[in-house]
């Protein structure tokens, strides 16, 4: 097996690009050369079996394109990644001399299928990221990794590409971004890398998306990347010119996650020191907030009252948007906010009911 199995995800950042789907020899080859002149990526990625919402869709170009792609390793020098789904696939990308493997999200949400993967894989050493499952569901994502572990992988890596929502939002899978950062900390010191592709759906937001993940101490970025998008097989409105790629990764800002200047670690610790005098003072009040609960909840039991009143609940909304507005508080927060504190209340006026 490859003796640079570790240095494949140990650069940072680590950089991946490539097209959607390998579609024919030239596009791969073309695509791989201009990748190669930019310099800065590090991994040439195409989608070989894609996994299509619907049948008839175009669905990769199979088996043939891991011969493509071994051309343009050999040609450029990029290592090569590639998504697997099944224990054929892995057999076939490992006989192509694939440096990479990469679960993705339509398979880390099915168990049969990652453990098909992790069986597959038992006893080769090759590292694999795990893209997250579509739905928000961190115990799949965590349980994928877990069984690839089981199985002896010891190199996985994290690719976040947002999750699947019902309705228009703003973007193709909404980043939720305290979903990868709760892995991190989960798994100390994995690789988690950003797809900004797939969280966007579309090629104006990638910039933005790619800097909120490197101000989020992401290790890295995987951006689709094709040399004709508009006229992409699959993915055709999120895909950018190698070129336009380079522009993006040009106008990213990198940052460290520490510096032991004085200046900055002094400033920082007299900050972060305040914000828990902040937070104490928070939750102090937050049990005060559920002491006057508990007096309501024994108002209402002693009058046979129910605890939810619609009304009320309105008029607390409407009374912390404005008061938010007015302190820079977005309406999405406020929402997620109350609705945590709602919920306790509640929770609290349960208790005091029917204990
Ligand atoms: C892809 O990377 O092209 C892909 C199919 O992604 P995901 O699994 O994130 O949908
Ligand atoms: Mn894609």
């Known amino acids: 097996m490859n003796e640079n199995i570790n240095s494949f995800l140990s650069k940072r ?8 789907s390998a579609e024919t020899k030239e596009q791969v080859l073309e695509t791989a050369r201009r990748l190669a002149t ?46 697997v789904a099944t224990g054929r696939h892995v057999q076939e990308a490992l006989e192509h001399g694939i440096d990479v493997l990469w679960i993705g999200a339509r398979t880390t949400v099915n168990p049969f ?15 694999v990221l795990v893209k997250n499952p579509i739905n928000p569901d961190l115990e799949l ?13 010891q190199n996985i890596g994290m690719i976040h590409r947002g999750f699947s929502s019902y309705g228009n939002t703003d973007y193709r899978n909404a980043p939720m971004w305290h979903l990868p ?56 409105k999120q895909q950018v010119t190698p070129e336009r790629l380079n522009e993006i990764f040009e106008s990213l800002t990198w940052r460290k996650e520490n510096t032991s200047a004085a200046g900055f670690v002094n400033a920082l610790s007299s900050l972060r020191e305040q914000i828990n005098q902040v937070d104490d003072e928070l939750l102090t009040l937050i049990g005060r907030r559920m002491k006057l609960a508990d007096k309501i909840g024994e ?16 008029e607390i909304l409407d009374r912390a948007f404005v008061k938010g507005a007015q302190l820079g508080l977005s309406k999405e ?3 997620r906010y109350f609705d ?6 509640i929770n609290h006026q349960n208790k005091v009911m029917n204990d």
């Open 13 to 20: 950042p680590l950089l991946i690009s490539g097209p959607c």
């Open 38 to 83: 930019i310099g800065k990526v590090d991994m040439l990625r195409a989608g070989i079996w894609k996994p299509r919402t619907k049948p008839g869709m175009f669905e990769g170009v199979g088996t043939e394109g891991l011969k493509w792609l071994q051309e343009a390793k050999a040609e450029t020098g990029l290592p090569l990644t590639v998504e």
């Open 113 to 127: 299928s990652v453990q098909e993967v992790a069986d597959a894989l038992r006893g080769v050493n090759i590292p």
């Open 141 to 153: 994502w965590s349980g994928a990794i877990e069984r690839l572990q089981k199985a002896g992988q």
């Open 181 to 236: 950062i709760e892995m991190k900390r989960r798994f100390p010191g994995m690789l988690l890398i950003c797809d900004p592709s797939h969280i966007c759906g579309n090629r104006a937001m990638l910039q933005e998306v790619a800097q909120v993940s490197i101000d989020l101490d992401f290790g890295g970025l995987m951006l689709e990347s094709h040399i004709d998008p508009d006229n992409a097989w699959s993915d055709a």
């Open 299 to 314: 108002y209402k039991r002693d009058n046979n009252i129910t605890i939810l009143q619609t009304n009320r609940w309105n």
């Open 333 to 335: 927060f406020i929402v």
């Open 340 to 345: 945590a504190v709602h919920m306790e209340s």
